[in-house]
């Protein structure tokens, strides 16, 4: 079994965009991929979570949404808080074992973080503990926008610290009006020490999800699992 853990710079830069591209992109390469984001927050009138639907309408392994998404939450804020909000204390065990199973049936687990990589989960564990607990490559999405540099680079530190490996990173140009565009995605290539995956343009408010696929190069990821 093959995954990765797709983190961001921030939030609202593209992780799930980038997480069903991903999706798409290893469909096409004849995988089964099943989807995850252990946690989520913010649900509609339905109790539904947009990131968790887009997740699983992509994903061709089906599984009940207690695997894809086993800890979600009504309050759209920080993952702890709304955790504490409903009275719950999240456990990487529980993640973990959702992880597990949805491995059984896949070739490939793509997991979708939620927040910026060292969002808190509880008192002592935060989102970056996920990858290291179930020892998961690092795709990291860089909102390109003013401040993205130090963002990008002091993710990528956060990451190697903890051991694991950044096996590609995506721009994702969330600002129209960023000054330097180019300037700066030629500096984030010389400077972190992972693939380039892809760069996805400005999309306005247009869904992107399928063209989106077409723009990732998944060699290097699929070569870095390969050879693990």
Not at 173 to 178: L, T
């Amino acid at each position: 079994m093959k995954g990765c853990f797709v983190t961001g710079t921030d939030t609202g830069v593209g992780k799930t965009l980038v997480t069903v591209a991903l999706i798409e992109a290893l469909k096409r390469e004849g995988f089964h991929v099943a989807g995850m984001k252990p946690v989520a927050a913010g649900l509609d009138d339905k109790g539904e979570n947009e990131d968790v639907a887009h997740i699983q309408q992509a994903a061709n392994v089906s599984a009940p949404i207690d695997l894809v998404s086993p800890y979600r939450f009504q309050v759209f804020a920080a993952p702890h808080i709304a955790a504490s909000t409903a009275g719950v204390r999240m456990q990487i065990d529980v993640i973990a074992d959702a992880y597990s199973l949805l491995a059984r049936q896949s070739d490939w687990v793509v997991v979708e973080g939620a927040g910026g990589f060292m969002v808190p989960l509880n008192e002592n564990q935060g989102m970056d503990d996920i990858p290291v607990f179930l020892k998961l490559p690092v795709v990291l999405v860089v909102g390109m926008r003013l401040g993205c540099l130090n963002h990008a680079l002091l993710t990528a530190e956060a990451i190697r610290a903890r051991g694991l490996v950044l096996a590609g990173w995506v721009a994702n140009h969330i600002d129209p009006a960023m000054a330097a565009f180019d300037e700066n995605l030629e500096t984030l290539k010389s400077r972190l020490d992972g693939p380039c995956l892809g760069v996805i343009p400005w999309l306005g408010n247009q869904d992107g999800r399928s063209p989106v696929s077409m723009l990732l190069s998944i060699d290097e990821l699929v070569n870095h699992n390969t050879q693990k």
